[in-house]
């Protein structure tokens, strides 16, 4: 470590050269970094959900929707027909679009004075109020086409975009926001559905960090300077956060890794990591200059001793990290991964920007400053370590009583993701959500599949029941099938009598009136509901917008229903992105507790295998495991669910908390070596490495409070969550570890 | 363009072209429009019997076979009947012009039912194919405006290539429609129909160009819808023309009959 302090105090230039040249290689592969949001890009390829999801993509083309509702006076007007029947003609157009279903596209099966009608419903908008009735008239009988092309309640038009599989939601939501924008009413259309929640959580979590961060980073300035009082104690936590983040962005890009809805983060994580070991190293420079040390044996003394620290910090950092490889959700895995460059990185540009560029400044005088009055923060830390001493067994048994508190808080605990809910109510979003879910009775897809002999009467019949069943439930508003063609044709063979919308009786009825359908239409028409030799179909379920706990409820009763449906005629599966994300939820969820089990351990494990001490590697376990079961305890309490967004938190408390403990326990060991009883030790680590950490936490927490006023809520959460996971960790280690530090010592002496 | 249509959809369904005008002119000194008159003007078949094989295919390559056999007098009349698979066996569609309209009958085996059926066959699929019957009937060739584009060569055979821009896109469902036509018998090769926005749609191939009791005939001919990939291929198993098919079979009372005239 000396050696590297002495070789970059020999050539600065150089040292900033080498930085400079690395950074200039990450930076031009940036430009290359790719954006990949999808959910089903998220879940492993091998998960069951994932195979079926690919399959059922595959067999009946996309079936992620998104519906879009055209408000008019009237619906059947020739203004609103016409406008439907353009938009129909331009979003099938659109790139990633696979079929739209409208007034326009739908077809016209009647019976009439015993004359079978086929027709396009609407080839063009009708021109006379005649004709409009009598479409208004068919349509509005038409099940197949109410909460459909038309709402229930007739005020509005429906437009349903169905996505081809995989494509990029955010992709085709915004050249779809085109079209819609461009028209004179785009006030009156409403957008929702998977894909455009998707795409608008995406936009919203990239739009707030890109306009939040640099707030984060003006917080973290202004603490920093009026904790470090010197420009260079700025610029230069700054500086490391920026190479940082500009390398691990740029061995994304150069690796062909795409940023993904949770990597989003990571500029705030890699700010978090990377001011962290500047400041403890500027802290103790400063300190050392302030002791009266020469600028160049302050940098080797601070190099020699933090430099040591910091390397066991990101040691213990990359360790709590990379636990997040263990994660089933490859984005997770992927995350950890870059995380831990992310810490890596970190450290080698602190250990030698940090150096070269304070060799290359002036040295501040700091030495006048130390006669005037101790600041604040000198005696609040003086009273604190002289505080933790004396109260140290209160302090443990508050400890221990915060600790059951938040265990119990942390049962409470919901695991529930509501996308919807990410949004503010007043965004488009949640309002055309709203509009289509309580005029469409939905906007999201379910699909079940059924495996049987499609044509079989029995097994036609069998879908009807079970459409009939979910047709009662309240979440679902609308439900479609090839067996709801049947019907429709049987009827109007029939000279549309009543009766007559049911299933024939034989098989070769159902064949016979299959292919009279298909005469009337696009080969490509049935291929959403039934596969090409009909063996498998699709039942549509389209519902309202529900919380993953909601959805899994929803989820198990439909499966139940249709296995009684089927009635051992067919198989069946459910499946859906919605579904997907549901999955996925719970596969982040669990993923995380194991995660955080693997890394609290590791921790430890590294701890102690640093310090040669069990001891040591147990209480470091004090902190994190206080500061972790507070954070879940309050969510708890405070009914905050545990989502896609707030589940990384534990990891962050972990991967950050970790450092204040190691910075401690390197301090006082080296105290303690140098000949300090333990209460001495802990005193004088207060007042040293405590400075540090105040500084660590108030400048991070600050920093991550500035998120709690982004507009969108997971991020807002993640703000608050984290400044308050960075505040508890931080007292815990100043207070709890030294406290269990001297009674374990006592007990060891005794012993 | 219609006029090729109109050619092959005569082919299809009636059955033959006539060896007609010989392009003795060098089809350089032709319009465009001279071209696709005479490829109107190609002699056809009093009636026909055919036996086709329609194979359906989709995007992921999974494929369809119905067999049919049809009847068709003069370019009035035809009876088609589903002959596989077996669950359709029997369903039988009469199609009969007059006056400029089409009238159309259906029959269903299973239900024993004969119904009349109100459609604008135009542009509506043939028999669930990427064909409509527009892609394989007459059609009127004054729906176009037709630009010689240039002479070339299309698998080693000698063809003009001529543009036809639709005079009222919405009428016809295209906007344009260009044919290579070989200019020897004045029969078309390749058809590519583009929509209503000018953006190609489909590809129609004519893969095999027979000579039949002295009539040119397509006999196998395939349509790729580019947008879908999905893809239709007719074959012709079976010609034979001018056998003077009684005109009772052209009826509507006579389509549940049709199965017991199939010979066996």
């Keep these: 470590m000396d050696k590297l302090a002495k070789w970059i105090i020999r050539w600065p230039w150089i040292t900033l050269g080498i930085l400079l040249l690395i950074t200039g290689v990450f930076l031009a592969g940036i430009p290359r970094l790719q954006i990949d949001n999808s959910v089903d890009s998220m879940l492993p390829d091998d998960h069951p959900a994932r195979l079926l999801y690919d399959e059922v993509n595959d067999t009946f083309g996309g079936t992620d929707v998104m519906v879009i509702a055209v408000h008019s006076e009237d619906i059947f007007s020739e203004g609103t027909l016409s406008q439907v029947i353009e938009l129909t003609e331009t979003l099938q157009r659109l790139p990633g679009v696979d079929e739209v279903v409208s007034l326009s596209t739908a077809k016209r099966m009647d019976g009439e004075d015993g004359t079978l009608v086929v027709r396009e419903l609407m080839p063009k908008a009708p021109e006379t109020d005649a004709a409009r009735d009598d479409l208004r008239t068919y349509v509005v009988g038409q099940e197949m086409y109410v909460n459909n092309i038309i709402s229930s309640d007739g005020l509005y038009a429906g437009i349903v975009v169905e996505l081809l599989p995989n494509v990029d939601d955010s992709a085709v939501y915004t050249s779809l926001r085109q079209v819609i924008d461009a028209q004179a009413n785009a006030d009156d259309i409403y957008v929702a559905g998977g894909p455009a929640v998707n795409a608008e959580m995406t936009t919203s979590m990239k739009g707030d960090l890109v306009q939040l961060i640099p707030f984060v980073l003006l917080v973290l300035a202004i603490v920093l300077y009026l904790s470090l009082r010197t420009v260079a104690g700025v610029i230069l936590p700054l500086a490391v956060v920026l190479l940082t983040v500009i390398w691990t962005a740029g061995l994304m890009a150069w690796l062909g890794i795409p940023m993904a809805m949770i990597s989003t983060t990571l500029p705030i994580m890699l700010i978090a990591i990377g001011v962290a070991d500047a400041i403890h190293i500027l802290t103790e420079y400063y300190a050392g200059l302030r002791g009266g040390e020469e600028k160049r044996s302050a940098i080797r003394t601070v190099v020699k001793h933090i430099g040591v620290a910091i390397v066991l910090t990101s040691i213990t950092t990359l360790v709590g990290f990379l636990s997040l490889g263990t994660s089933p959700v490859q984005q997770v895995m992927q995350f950890g991964l870059f995380v831990g460059f992310g810490v890596m990185a970190a450290l080698a540009i602190t250990l030698t920007l940090i150096p070269a560029a304070l060799e290359l400044g002036r040295g501040p005088k700091l030495g006048a400053r130390k006669v005037t009055k101790p600041s604040i923060s000198t005696r609040v830390l003086t009273w604190l370590s002289k505080f933790v001493v004396k109260r140290r067994k209160a302090l443990l048994i508050v400890g221990s009583v915060l600790f059951v508190l938040a265990a119990i808080g942390s049962t409470r605990l919901v695991v529930e993701t509501n996308t919807l809910r990410f949004f503010r109510p007043e965004t488009p979003i949640r309002e055309a959500t709203e509009v289509v879910d309580s005029s469409f009775g939905g906007s999201e897809s379910l699909s079940v599949i059924v495996n049987g002999d499609i044509k079989s009467p029995d097994v036609l019949n069998g879908m009807l029941e079970f459409q009939d069943w979910a047709n009662t439930l309240p979440e679902v508003g609308y439900t479609a099938s090839v067996a709801d063609y049947v019907t429709q044709i049987n009827e109007a063979l029939h000279d549309n009598d009543p009766v007559e919308r049911v299933i024939p009786q034989t098989r070769n009825a159902v064949a016979q009136e299959i292919l009279l359908y298909e005469m009337s239409s696009d080969p490509s028409d049935f291929a959403r509901v039934v596969n090409y030799n009909y063996e498998q179909a699709r039942v549509v379920l389209r519902m309202e917008s529900l919380s993953s706990s909601e959805l899994g409820a929803l989820v198990q009763q439909v499966e139940d229903e249709a296995v009684r449906s089927a009635d051992s005629q067919f198989d069946v599966e459910v499946m859906g992105s919605t579904y997907l994300f549901k999955v996925l939820t719970d596969l982040l969820v669990s993923g995380q507790i194991l995660s955080l089990l693997v890394s609290l351990l590791g921790v430890a494990l590294v701890v102690g295998l640093i310090f040669r001490s069990v001891r040591f590697g147990l209480l470091s376990m004090i902190p994190l495991g206080f500061t972790i079961t507070l954070n879940f305890g309050i969510m708890g309490w405070l009914n905050i669910p545990l989502d896609t967004a707030t589940t990384m938190l534990a990891s962050i408390a972990i991967g950050i908390g970790v450092d204040y403990t190691v910075h401690f326990l390197s301090k006082y060991r080296r105290e303690l070596r140098a000949g300090n009883t333990s209460h001495a030790a802990v005193g004088e680590t207060i007042q040293t490495t405590g400075r540090a950490i105040s500084y660590n936490v108030v400048a991070v927490a600050a920093g991550f409070a500035v998120l709690l006023f982004s507009s969108f809520g997971p991020i807002a959460t993640l703000g608050a969550l984290v400044a308050l996971s960075m505040g508890v960790s931080g007292l815990a280690a100043l207070t709890l570890l030294p406290a269990a530090l001297i009674a374990t010592e006592v007990k060891q002496k005794k012993a | ?264």
Excluded: C
């Design chain 2, 1 to 264: 363009m219609k006029t090729k249509k109109r050619t092959i959809g005569t082919i299809l369904l009636a059955g033959m072209l006539g060896l007609g005008v010989l392009g003795y002119a060098a089809a350089t000194v032709l319009t465009g429009r001279e071209i696709i008159e005479n490829v109107d003007a190609m002699e056809t078949a009093d009636d026909a019997m055919l036996l086709m094989t329609m194979t359906l295919t989709n995007d992921r390559d999974e494929s369809l076979v119905r067999e049919m056999r049809s009847w068709k007098l003069g370019t009035e009349s035809t009876a088609l009947l589903f002959i596989a698979p077996e669950d359709v066996a029997g369903t039988a569609f009469l199609t009969v012009e007059a006056g400029g309209d089409d009238n159309m009958w259906l029959y269903l085996p299973s239900l024993e039912l004969t119904k009349r059926i109100d459609t604008d066959s135009k542009s509506q699929s043939f028999m669930g194919s990427d064909f409509t019957y527009d892609n394989m009937g007459e059609r009127d060739i004054d729906d176009y405006e037709y630009t010689f584009i240039r002479e070339d060569i299309y698998e080693e055979q000698h063809v003009v290539v001529v543009e036809g821009v639709a005079i009222n896109p919405d009428d016809v469902g295209y906007s344009k429609v260009i044919s290579w036509i070989l200019d020897d018998i004045w029969m078309p090769v390749k058809i590519e129909y583009y929509d209503v926005r000018g953006d190609l749609e489909k590809i129609q191939t004519n893969t095999r160009i027979e000579e039949i009791d002295g009539y040119w005939a397509i006999t196998k001919m395939e349509m790729e819808n580019v947008r879908t990939n999905h893809r239709t291929i007719v074959e012709m198993t079976q010609v034979e023309l001018n056998t003077g098919i009684p005109a009772d079979v052209f009826t509507s009372e006579a389509l549940p009959t049709l199965l017991d005239r199939v010979p066996q």
